[in-house]
């Protein structure tokens, strides 16, 4: 069992570890057609501003909560599901921030055996943090998040994330994506989970699917969608793990409704 002084000293050490990465990237960023891309595949890339980022995270864990596992896109490490873990991605976004377009982030959760304790995620380029707790809330810079509260699909604007680091999965999603096209108002694709999760805890999205994420890009955002009254499972409808796979997020409201049109199923719209 933890506590919500536990927690709240989580949160505050993840804000912390994610505030000092952000400034570093945002220094970084002036400097962004000097930096050499590394290719980690032939659409996915990584640079030394990853690699800074994460040694400021981890270095930040070592000094406030050296008992505290790193578990990261580029710090190492695969087991989420056990003991306390940080499971952190540094720059969320990378490709995004290559090129300037602003949608990247620093994302942090501290979880105890597979379990969501606090969350931090900082919005780099637009500015914004936001910080969660299990049982204490979510907030952007200190206001309380709130999930939309539209129950029409036809007035609901739906993130995604394309598959293109493994195109098998490209079949599925499009089947997907043009069943709900033509019955929602708007489909959105920023590239950056972690903020397309932020989104929905703040009503700016009323869903969000994709179909493989790693632990790193969901794990902070399914703790801050659940605090602000939203909902986040996989495509089965069981509650997300934070492991990687599908992951479906919305407003609650809509979420059986949304969870049947990726199914594939004649979902009748929430009542």
């Not at 864990?61 to 695969?78: N, S, T």
């Not at 989970?193 to 179909?211: I, K, M, P, S, T």
């Amino acid at each position: 069992m933890t506590t919500s002084a536990q927690r709240a000293r989580w949160r505050d050490i993840a804000a912390g570890a994610g505030t000092l990465a952000a400034d570093f990237i945002t220094r970084e960023s002036a400097a962004r057609h000097a930096i050499t891309w590394e290719s980690k595949s032939a659409t996915d890339f990584v640079s030394h501003v990853d690699i800074g980022a994460e040694e400021i995270v981890r270095a930040h864990f070592a000094r406030e909560a050296p008992d505290i596992r790193i578990v990261g896109e580029e710090l190492g490490g695969a087991d989420t599901e056990q003991g306390l873990v940080a499971i952190v991605d540094p720059l969320d976004g990378t490709t995004n921030f290559l090129h300037g377009f602003p949608s990247y982030a620093v994302s942090i959760c501290v979880a105890l055996d597979g379990v969501p304790q606090a969350a931090a995620i900082v919005d780099v380029a637009r500015g914004g943090l936001y910080t969660a707790t299990a049982g204490g809330g979510a907030t952007v810079d200190g206001v309380p998040l709130r999930v939309s509260p539209i129950d029409t699909p036809a007035r609901a604007l739906i993130g995604t994330g394309f598959p293109f680091k493994d195109v098998t999965h490209a079949d599925q999603y499009l089947r997907q994506f043009r069943a709900l096209m033509p019955i929602v108002s708007g489909m959105r694709r920023a590239g950056a989970a972690a903020l397309d999760l932020c989104d929905v805890a703040r009503g700016r999205f009323e869903g969000f699917w994709e179909l493989w994420l790693n632990p790193w890009d969901l794990a902070a955002g399914v703790l801050l969608i659940r605090e602000a009254g939203g909902r986040v499972t996989d495509l089965e409808g069981h509650d997300a793990r934070l492991i990687g796979g599908p992951i479906v997020a919305s407003n609650g409201i809509l979420h059986d409704w949304f969870l049947g049109i990726l199914r594939g199923e004649d979902a009748p719209p929430p009542r």
